[in-house]
């Protein structure tokens, strides 16, 4: 977020002098009047940041346009330049028109950009450390043979994502830290519906950018080992001012994961700065260890991870971008993101 200027006008007030006397000691500045102690100096934690590559130098695996293929079918390595694997990932299911993957390159000055022929998008600032996700569900619905225009209950939906999966020895404990925080800039920076006329249906259509991690048991003999929630951050859904607290099973579609899913309510989570709106600067950063612990708590109730203690849990991968389950062409520009803690 910009840090808001003030201007600092003096004034010179002329008072007259009480005094008073109290027990303790006696603290004076040297006209005789009461000066306050010292303030306590504000605490500077110092953090461990989760994800490494984040400008995205290493470029990026890309998935299959086929959902529920976990495969990787092609690298962005910014016209072979890039000289290390890299540890993010593209998800960019249903989007059969649009495989990134098959798209033009360029490059002008630290940016490389990928773009389809019908307008998808993917552009990384290798020294700013940004990364620009646009994606074109009008030219998906409809016009592929297997979603409706406008999309139908039970069909799928167009995904852009980027994804980090943890190494076995990366994956974040949960138990015995302070803080987890989850801190992101980002800029939506276009929406554009395409629905047909009168036909828009609030629990079928929508254009959501999220963030979601999972929350998993990776203790090994445990009952419920590889289980997991995912504990989500609803930044823009276009249905709502703020996106609700959302809290139930992943399901309702072909590949849906069955695991339990967390969303706090956003009102709460987006603070002072208000809601997300088209080109608006917004940066989240927040605590969410004690929303975790609430979700594992609520997940429990609900007959979940029964199995599982809280040291039982890690954070083990994460995904963040679209979902467009409406015919809608949106763009976002993610200026930061990270996982941090101690």
Known sequence: MKKLNYMHTVFFLFISMICWSCGGSDNTDIDGG????DPEPPVTYVYTNLFSDSEYKKGFNVSSTQEGNAEVHGILDYGDITTSAPVWRIAQWNCI?????????????????????????????VEKGSLVLGI??????????IT???????????????????????????????????????????????????????????????????????TQGSEDYGR?????????????????AYAAQDGGKEHNTGAFIYVPEMSQIMGSQGKTAIGKDMHVDVDVLPIIK?????????????????????????????????????????????????
């Open 97 to 125: 028109n649009n495989d990134i993957f098959a798209g033009t390159y360029s490059l002008n000055g630290s940016v490389h950009t990928y773009k389809t022929a019908k307008g998808n998008v993917v552009a990384a600032d």
């Open 34 to 37: 009461k000066t306050d102690p």
């Open 148 to 218: 409706s225009n406008p999309r139908k209950s039970g069909e799928s939906w167009p995904h852009l994502l980027i994804e980090y999966v943890l190494a076995d020895k990366d994956i974040l404990k949960v138990d015995g830290k302070e803080e987890i925080r989850m801190d992101i800039a980002y800029n939506v920076t276009q929406l554009d519906d395409k629905m047909p006329a009168g036909t828009t249906n609030a629990d079928l259509h929508t254009a959501q950018f999220q963030w979601y991690v999972t929350v998993q048991n990776r």
């Open 294 to 342: 609430s979700a594992f708590k609520l997940a429990q109730e609900r007959k979940y991870l029964l199995n599982t203690t809280w040291e039982d849990l890690y954070i083990t991968t994460s995904n963040i971008g679209w979902e467009v389950p409406g015919t809608y062409d949106v763009t976002v520009r993610i200026d930061s993101v990270n996982i941090k803690y101690r």
């Open 228 to 244: 997991y929630i995912w504990f989500g951050l609803n930044f823009f859904d276009k249905r709502y001012e703020f996106p609700p």
């Open 136 to 145: 074109n569900t009008s030219s998906e619905y409809g016009q592929n043979g």
